[in-house]
């Protein structure tokens, strides 16, 4: 499939709000990137397209695509026809005239896809009443549609055959009008684009918030009609009760108006409708209504995902009704109080063929579901290796159950990291060995500063020593400069006394000058000795101050608090 949800990974902060909302299972894949950061990406093969994700999302990661864009560019090349969704009304309640005046002077040809939703009706009514469908699910919602072609395929046989209002639209452009312009459709529904494709019936899908921004860009100002009157010269005929398909139960309100006695449920929005049609599939056949009318959005279509306005429900239902009493007072009928023959539905009778508004589906194989012990180990990553472990069910993942996350992980949907059990698994277990490497850096730290107290020690004997050495070698040379002296003197009387024979003169003065010899040795060495002491009085310094240092930074880290690691 092409895509139709887009998203911006420099927006997404990885909230999993899209996937808390998305009805369907497999349209969201969540990884995380090389910086840590979880990210969810489109599986557009499993999108549905009914754009909840794009609605809920609160930090600008995911958008759509349409064709406004596209078919506004091509509007100059030739005639197209556009089809404006009964929603309009209430989406643009002051500007919808407007907005058609203004593709009509682009040359457009405007058609009201209310009068499809009527033919939509009359055909309904006709297959049932000549029973030739048996129970059925409506699929004028193209989001029902595409879930049940991939994720209930077992359902298409349910899913009703006639047409949605906007391609019935089409058909009688094309079929009956016998018109081969291109086709655009007004909508404020992101996932017409898929049924544009899928039944080939028309070719562009503008939708009301893309057409507002192309307005906005081109600095193109819509007038303001702040009238209350519903009617519009169209171009070919305007709709009667079909306008109010766009609200929640409108096809079952047309049907009624024609059979009141017909079993209809209906059911709307994403929460309550999807899980509602997995119940209807879970069902017998006896227990089904006769039609089941469903649509994706709470509220209709009239506050679609792609309308571009923030209208209430109260603000949207008071235009409804007064579009209401607009259609009733054009509906014409052979009957009092309209319970006669609808003469539109007569005209139809006369001119249509319920044949030429069948559809056929495209069903989708399903994904197998697996078992027990493909889960068991993805079970496993995730930290949970018990029963009520793996009953959980924190909803942060963005699925129902701890087993449907554990689903998306074996379909390569999501990743264990994700879980938010497996993520506190992981962070206990690195705040235990934390733990474990504080106790042991205590320790080694106390043993550090136990042999620094003694290297500490060590050293002031050292010190104590080496000024002691200082002392003595300061003596030492002090007597063997006196000795020194002494001798010298010796040899100088010896030379001068004569009455000292020569010979024993001159072995005398030998010896003493040997003598003399060592002592200036002596000195030399004692020098050096201070010399060296000084260098190493020097050097223990530093030592002194290091091991000071040491110390220091010791004590700071045996005071520190052990460090923890907190879960964001």
Same mark, same amino acid.
């Given at each position: 499939?092409? $895509? %139709?949800?887009?998203?911006?990974? $420099?927006? /997404?902060?990885?909230?999993?709000? /899209?996937?808390?909302? /998305?009805?369907?299972? =497999?349209?969201?894949m969540t990884k995380q990137l090389e910086d840590g950061r979880f990210i969810t990406m489109?599986?557009?093969?499993?999108?549905?397209? #009914? *754009? =909840? #994700?794009?609605?809920? /999302?609160? +930090?600008?990661?995911?958008?759509?695509?349409? @064709?406004?864009?596209?078919?506004?560019?091509?509007?100059?090349?030739?005639k197209i026809i556009i089809m404006a969704s009964p929603a309009i009304k209430t989406v643009l309640p002051t500007k919808w005239k407007g907005v058609l005046d203004w593709f009509k002077k682009q040359?457009?040809?405007?058609? @009201?896809?209310?009068? *499809?939703?009527d033919i939509c009706t009359w055909a309904h009514l006709r297959t049932i009443e000549q029973d030739k469908i048996g129970n059925i699910i409506t699929q004028q919602c193209p989001a029902i549609v595409k879930y049940i072609e991939i994720y209930q395929p077992k359902l298409l046989q349910n899913l009703s055959p006639i047409h949605s209002p906007a391609a019935c639209s089409a058909i009688y452009i094309k079929k009956y009008l016998r018109r081969n312009n291109p086709i655009a459709f007004i909508t404020p529904c992101i996932a017409?684009?898929? =049924?544009a494709k899928d039944t080939e019936l028309f070719d562009y899908n503008i939708t009301i918030k893309k057409l507002l921004e192309y307005f906005d860009r081109n600095d193109i100002t819509i007038p303001i009609d702040t009238s209350e009157d519903y009617e519009y010269k169209f171009d070919e005929p305007q709709g009667q009760l079909g306008s109010i398909y766009s609200r929640p139960g409108g096809l079952r309100d047309n049907l009624w108006i024609h059979d009141p006695e017909l079993?209809?449920?209906?059911?709307?929005?994403? +929460?309550?409708?999807?899980?509602?049609? $997995?119940?209807?599939?879970?069902?017998?056949?006896?227990?089904h209504p006769k039609v089941f009318d469903v649509l994706s959005c709470e509220f209709g279509c009239n506050i679609g995902p792609a309308s571009g306005?923030? +209208?209430?429900?109260? !603000?949207?239902?008071?235009?409804?009704?007064?579009?209401?009493? @607009?259609?009733?007072?054009?509906?014409?009928?052979?009957?009092?109080?309209?319970?006669?023959d !609808?003469?539109?539905?007569?005209?139809?009778?006369?001119?249509?063929?319920?044949?030429?508004f069948l559809r056929n589906y495209k069903p989708s194989m399903p994904t197998p579901v697996p078992g027990n012990a493909q889960l068991d180990p993805i079970f496993k990553k995730m930290g949970m290796h018990t029963e009520e472990d793996r009953k959980y069910d924190c909803h942060a993942c963005g699925y129902d159950t701890c087993r449907d996350m554990a689903i998306a992980i074996y379909r390569g949907l999501n990743t264990p990291d994700n879980c938010i059990v497996h993520a506190k698994?992981?962070?206990?277990?690195?705040?235990?060995?934390?733990?474990?490497?504080?106790?042991?850096? @205590?320790?080694?730290?106390?043993?550090? %500063?136990e042999l620094s107290d003694k290297l500490k020690d060590n050293v002031a004997k050292i010190n104590e020593n080496m000024k002691n050495i200082g002392e003595s070698t300061t003596a030492t040379s002090e007597r063997a400069a006196v000795v020194k002296d002494l001798l010298e003197n010796v040899v100088t009387f010896c030379n001068e006394n004569s009455t000292m024979d020569a010979d024993s003169v001159s072995q005398l003065t030998s010896i003493l000058e040997t003598t003399i010899a060592a002592f200036s040795a002596l000195d030399d060495n004692v020098s050096r000795t201070n010399e060296s002491s000084e260098t190493i009085n020097q050097s223990i310094n530093d030592i002194i101050s290091l091991v000071g240092e040491i110390n220091g930074v010791l004590g700071k880290t045996e005071n520190a608090e052990p460090v923890e690691v907190k879960a964001e």
């Open positions: 499939m092409s $895509e %139709l949800i887009i998203v911006k990974p $420099e927006k /997404c902060v990885g909230c999993n709000a /899209c996937v808390r909302e /998305c009805p369907a299972p =497999e349209a969201n489109v599986n557009h093969d499993k999108c549905i397209g #009914c *754009g =909840e #994700c794009v609605k809920k /999302c609160n +930090h600008g990661a995911r958008d759509f695509i349409d @064709d406004t864009d596209e078919c506004i560019a091509d509007i100059i090349k030739e040359g457009c040809t405007i058609f @009201d896809v209310s009068f *499809g939703a017409a684009r898929n =049924e079993n209809i449920t209906n059911s709307e929005g994403v +929460h309550k409708v999807f899980s509602e049609i $997995e119940m209807y599939g879970r069902m017998p056949e006896s227990k306005t923030k +209208h209430t429900v109260f !603000d949207v239902m008071s235009t409804m009704r007064a579009i209401e009493n @607009d259609a009733k007072g054009r509906r014409k009928s052979t009957g009092i109080m309209g319970r006669g !609808d003469r539109l539905f007569k005209r139809f009778d006369d001119e249509l063929r319920v044949a030429d698994s992981v962070l206990l277990a690195r705040h235990s060995a934390l733990n474990r490497q504080n106790e042991q850096l @205590d320790e080694i730290t106390a043993e550090c %500063l």
